[in-house]
């Protein structure tokens, strides 16, 4: 497995698993499959619902876990200073583990500010490895690297050092190559990683004749072909599949490789827009505001999605 080096000299394999949309139920089965695979980097967040099973799927495989990756993320009703390190607590004991590899801040909204702060401390307190963001879209993203960051000074004089992100998770896929976006995380030794990797199958992309024809050439499926052109452009992904299969298939995909040729067609298959939602659509952000709200509420956690 090949691994990146994060802006704080940590190791991440470039390949995980993702466990969004797996539910509670069937979470367990499936780490414990992708574990089987391979699979040594599990990407999950508080908003999943799904942390206590991805930490008994851990358990239960017996491989320790200095060998794996663990990632989750805070969800926004936890933003805030004090919301923000309570909640990571709970996540680590739902996790049941003394560390979690990667934190990130799941969207650009709410108190941002002052829940970095408090995933900063946890990181000099040896309960998180690395921090990181989601969903900051360029311009807030070059905010937050600018103003977010700086060491800051606690009630009793001590000193916390500021720590910019090691990545920034956002959609990108063939049908949105996000190559602006790249740029700008490069300028900032921030490294991408892309959500929705498969573009969920949104678009007909798993009928691209592109796609297919490049996956014909390689004797690969089409989803080995996307994967490795993720790998190529030096983005770390992390598909999500319930099926063990479909697992082991997007696990092989380090013995390829695509040409320049091959990569360029891929790149221009761009649209140039999300396939599910824009962060800077205001009607988005009033849609994330009501979600807290009903979150807040306990039998909150099936909020329809709107996209
Ligand atoms: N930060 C964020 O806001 C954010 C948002 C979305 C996702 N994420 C993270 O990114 C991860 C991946 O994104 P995603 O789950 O949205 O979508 P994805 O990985 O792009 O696509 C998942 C879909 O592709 C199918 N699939 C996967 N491998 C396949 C294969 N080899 N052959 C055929 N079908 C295949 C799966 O179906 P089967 O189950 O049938 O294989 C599933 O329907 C998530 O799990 C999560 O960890 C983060």
């Known amino acids: 497995m090949e691994n990146i080096t994060l802006n704080n000299g940590i190791l991440m394999p470039i390949l ?4 969004y949309q797996v539910t509670p139920d069937e979470c367990e089965r499936c ?4 574990l089987e695979v391979g699979y040594r980097h599990i990407d999950t967040a508080q908003a999943y619902f799904n942390e206590q099973q991805v ?3 851990i358990k239960k495989s017996g491989i320790a876990r200095k060998d794996i990756f663990l990632t989750s993320k805070v969800w926004l009703e936890h933003f ?3 919301e923000c390190r309570k909640s990571v607590l709970v996540s680590l004991e739902k996790l049941q583990t003394e560390y979690i590899d990667l934190m990130l ?3 650009p909204f709410g108190d941002a500010y002052g829940a970095w702060r408090a995933l900063e401390e946890l990181v000099q307190e ?3 490895r690395a921090i990181g963001i989601s969903n900051f879209y360029v311009d807030r993203f070059v905010e937050f690297c600018n103003f977010a960051c700086n060491d800051w000074t606690r009630a009793d004089g001590t000193i916390v050092k500021g720590i910019r992100p090691a990545v920034n998770q956002i959609e990108i896929h063939p049908y949105h190559t996000q190559s602006q976006q790249l740029e700008w995380m490069q300028k900032y030794g921030v490294q991408p990683e892309a959500w929705a990797p498969l573009n969920e199958g949104r678009n007909g992309i798993f009928n691209d004749p592109v796609l297919l024809d490049i996956a014909s050439n390689h004797g690969k499926s089409l989803h080995q072909v996307v994967l490795r052109w ?3 452009r030096g983005i770390v992904i992390f598909p999500m599949s319930r099926n063990k299969e479909h697992m082991i298939d997007n696990f092989n995909i380090f013995d390829f490789t695509l040409s320049d040729d ?3 067609r891929i790149n221009a298959l761009d649209r140039g827009q999300s396939a599910f939602f824009s962060h800077q659509n205001p009607d988005m952000v009033e849609w994330f505001v009501q979600m807290v709200e009903a979150r807040k509420k306990p039998e909150g956690q099936n909020v329809q999605k709107k996209w």
């Open 230 to 232: 993720h790998v190529q």
């Open 126 to 128: 040896g309960k998180l």
């Open 80 to 82: 805030g200073y004090e």
């Open 16 to 19: 995980g698993y993702g466990v």
């Open 105 to 107: 801040l799941h969207q």
């Open 55 to 57: 930490g008994n799927a």
């Open 31 to 34: 780490v414990l499959d992708a």
């Open 262 to 264: 091959e990569m360029e």
